[in-house]
């Protein structure tokens, strides 16, 4: 049975979720000087991350009692969850297995606690989205993804919800998306990406930080529309130019009673994240990423 009066350490950091992001966010703050628990539910990466310097254990979800009671990542004063909700492979328990660690973490002595959530709570939103934007809760996604970011904002201490945008960085170039030679639709909708490195920026400025709860967006000022970027992602990687599925500008403007919104229909969504730039100090290294997507670095073959 752990202690779970013991004060934890101040520099004590539990990432739920070693994977791609949390795995490099683990390795960042183990150079920060941060004491770092990281789970995985394989048996067989445990080795992997311990090799890291990550001291690591197995955490299962949906975990079971016998679990709350024996992971040390409960007895973290800080602690990050980087489960995705696979909600593509056809899930539903994803606010179930958040309520679950929050628990945890309430017996346990967590202090903060931060979740990486998505953009994807702005599914089916228009226009400039930030905050404060209305969510579309009708639908099974939606509505699951608000549920377990109201529970990680019902944590009885401190609490922030990151949506962020699609991310991009090591093994994940955009171009890496064109080796499968799709179609791709909407030619002019905003693209809303940032890269790994300025996420594990923004988690690190907010484990200093005692003053800040809540939510906040997390995406890139890159202001470029799918045909610009990925035709730039394409070239920098020697890939053939993408092909697009053009939208009828002249059905748009002429066989739609209200021509204006069906341009904004294909325009999308363009995730505004001042509120976060507003409240820390930290200085995004990759906030219009064409720079970074030319440089077409060699080390998309594992992309996901």
């Given at each position: 049975?752990?202690?779970?009066?013991?004060?934890?350490?101040?520099?004590?950091?539990?990432?739920?979720?070693?994977?791609?992001?949390?795995?490099?966010?683990?390795?960042?703050?183990?150079?920060?000087?941060?004491?770092?628990?990281?789970?995985?539910?394989?048996?067989?990466?445990?080795?992997?991350?311990?090799?890291?310097?990550?001291?690591?254990?197995?955490?299962?979800?949906?975990?079971?009692?016998?679990?709350?009671?024996?992971?040390?990542?409960?007895?973290?004063?800080?602690?990050?969850?980087?489960?995705?909700?696979?909600?593509?492979?056809?899930?539903?328990?994803?606010?179930?297995?958040?309520?679950?660690?929050?628990?945890?973490?309430?017996?346990?002595?967590?202090?903060?606690?931060?979740?990486?959530?998505?953009?994807?709570?702005?599914?089916?939103?228009?226009?400039?989205?930030?905050?404060?934007?209305?969510?579309?809760?009708?639908?099974?996604?939606?509505?699951?993804?608000?549920?377990?970011?109201?529970?990680?904002?019902?944590?009885?201490?401190?609490?922030?919800?990151?949506?962020?945008?699609?991310?991009?960085?090591?093994?994940?170039?955009?171009?890496?998306?064109?080796?499968?030679?799709?179609?791709?639709?909407?030619?002019?909708?905003?693209?809303?990406?940032i890269h790994q490195q300025d996420v594990i920026g923004v988690i690190t400025e907010l484990l200093r930080r005692s003053d800040v709860s809540g939510i906040f967006n997390l995406a890139s000022?890159?202001?470029?529309?799918?045909?610009?970027?990925?035709?730039?992602?394409?070239?920098?990687?020697?890939?053939?130019?993408?092909?697009?599925?053009?939208?009828?500008?002249?059905?748009?403007?002429?066989?739609?009673?209200?021509?204006?919104?069906?341009?904004?229909?294909?325009?999308?969504?363009?995730?505004?994240?001042?509120?976060?730039?507003?409240?820390?100090?930290?200085?995004?290294?990759?906030?219009?990423?064409?720079?970074?997507?030319?440089?077409?670095?060699?080390?998309?073959?594992?992309?996901?």
């Amino acid at each position: 049975m752990l202690n779970h009066e013991q004060k934890p350490d101040q520099k004590s950091v539990g990432i739920i979720g070693c994977g791609w992001l949390g795995k490099a966010l683990a390795k960042a703050l183990i150079a920060d000087n941060y004491n770092v628990i990281g789970t995985t539910q394989q048996q067989n990466k445990l080795a992997e991350l311990t090799a890291l310097g990550i001291k690591a254990e197995r955490l299962t979800l949906p975990m079971d009692l016998s679990q709350r009671d024996g992971n040390e990542v409960f007895l973290s004063r800080h602690l990050v969850i980087c489960i995705p909700p696979q909600i593509r492979q056809h899930k539903s328990d994803y606010a179930d297995k958040i309520s679950q660690i929050i628990t945890a973490a309430e017996q346990g002595s967590v202090e903060k606690i931060i979740l990486i959530s998505t953009t994807a709570v702005y599914s089916d939103l228009l226009g400039n989205i930030d905050e404060s934007s209305c969510l579309n809760e009708s639908s099974t996604k939606v509505a699951l993804l608000v549920e377990a970011e109201k529970r990680v904002l019902a944590f009885n201490k401190q609490s922030v919800v990151l949506r962020v945008a699609g991310l991009v960085g090591e093994y994940r170039h955009p171009g890496s998306f064109l080796r499968h030679k799709r179609m791709l639709t909407a030619p002019n909708a905003w693209v809303n990406l940032i890269h790994q490195q300025d996420v594990i920026g923004v988690i690190t400025e907010l484990l200093r930080r005692s003053d800040v709860s809540g939510i906040f967006n997390l995406a890139s000022n890159m202001r470029m529309n799918k045909k610009t970027l990925y035709s730039i992602a394409a070239r920098a990687l020697d890939l053939a130019e993408p092909s697009f599925d053009e939208p009828d500008h002249t059905e748009l403007t002429l066989g739609q009673p209200n021509p204006q919104q069906s341009l904004v229909n294909e325009l999308g969504k363009l995730i505004i994240s001042n509120k976060i730039r507003q409240t820390l100090a930290y200085q995004f290294q990759y906030d219009d990423l064409v720079d970074w997507i030319r440089q077409g670095e060699d080390n998309t073959q594992n992309s996901a």
